[in-house]
């Protein structure tokens, strides 16, 4: 089967550091990726873990602990327009992402 | 810079009326999907393709149908339309090998009354 979890909704203030996390179990497991979705608007990419470890971009960060299945997403230094979704998705081998439901972000001042 | 295109952005249908979602990527991806999201939820999988004459059930397909007669295009039909198919569509593409980005449209959103 496969099951990804997501905290539904998050509060953070201007300039803090905020994580979400994400856990899995899928039948196959090839990737993790997150997503960024403004409201109305399509996804769009920000990272791609495959190895065990950290992946640091800019002001993002996410996290693969593939025994665990378990990722986070850590935003530093959070701006008004990081307000957003954000998706965790498993790639099962490139045949079928499967998504979980987001987590709600708003980031306030 | 083209990448997926989606038609229609918006639109409005009566139960029981049928439809296609048009969508169209001009990347050469291989691998074609369409996810339908409600309010306040995450992208559920309709259906997808992994090359041109093959498509695959996702989560959701009841009350849908795909065609993949070229790489570029990826039309999903709604047959005789419930209100539970009110939703927003994103259809969406990668290039073949695992890992690789998906890309999605801007999406559509339909209603039906």
């Known amino acids: 089967g496969q099951n990804i979890d997501q905290p539904t909704e998050m509060t953070a203030t201007e300039g803090a550091i905020v994580q979400i996390n994400c856990t899995y179990q899928?039948?196959?497991?090839?990737?993790l990726f997150w997503y960024q979705q403004h409201a109305g608007e399509a996804p769009t990419f920000l990272s791609y873990?495959?190895?065990?470890g950290l992946e640091e971009k800019g002001r993002f960060s996410s996290f693969l602990s593939r025994s665990k299945g378990y990722s986070y997403l850590l935003l530093k230094e959070l701006q008004m327009k990081d307000s957003a979704s954000y998706l965790c998705?498993?790639?099962?081998?490139?045949?079928?992402?499967?998504f979980g439901p987001g987590t709600r972000l708003s980031v306030l001042p | 810079n083209a990448g997926v295109t989606q038609t229609p952005k918006f639109r409005i249908l009566k139960i029981g009326q049928s439809m296609t979602l048009q969508c169209a990527q001009d990347m050469n991806h291989n691998y074609m999907y369409w996810y339908r999201q409600d309010p306040g939820m995450g992208l559920k999988l309709i259906y997808y393709?992994?090359?041109?004459?093959?498509?695959d059930k996702g989560e959701v397909p009841n009350g849908y149908n795909v065609s993949r007669s070229t790489t570029e295009d990826f039309p999903l039909r709604l047959e005789l339309a419930a209100p539970s198919q009110t939703s927003v569509y994103f259809c969406?593409?990668?290039?073949?090998?695992?890992?690789?980005?998906?890309?999605f449209g801007e999406g559509s959103w339909l209603t039906v009354v």
């Open positions: 899928t039948s196959g497991f090839n990737g």
């Open positions: 873990n495959v190895l065990d």
């Open positions: 969406a593409s990668s290039s073949s090998a695992s890992g690789n980005t998906i890309y």
């Open positions: 393709s992994v090359g041109a004459g093959i498509t």
């Open positions: 998705a498993v790639d099962n081998y490139g045949q079928n992402f499967v």
